[in-house]
């Protein structure tokens, strides 16, 4: 097997870079999750919450 030359490896890490760069702005890009666990604090429904309104369980529910 040959040895790359450095202009292919310098290319190859530039690729990479680009390629990782657009990977975080496609990222950046994208709306915020809207999960359970991305809405609510930690810890819902226990006496550990941060917020005191939501330390108790709504009603009708275990």
Do not use: F, H, N
Request: aromatic share 4%.
């Amino acid at each position: 097997m040959r040895r790359k030359e450095s202009k292919a490896i310098r290319a190859d890490k530039a690729m990479a870079l680009r390629a990782k760069a657009a990977t975080a702005a496609e990222a950046l890009r994208e709306p915020p999750p809207d999960t359970w666990s991305a809405t609510m604090p930690a810890y819902c429904y226990t006496v550990l919450c941060s917020d005191p309104e939501l330390r108790q369980s709504p009603e009708g529910v275990r």
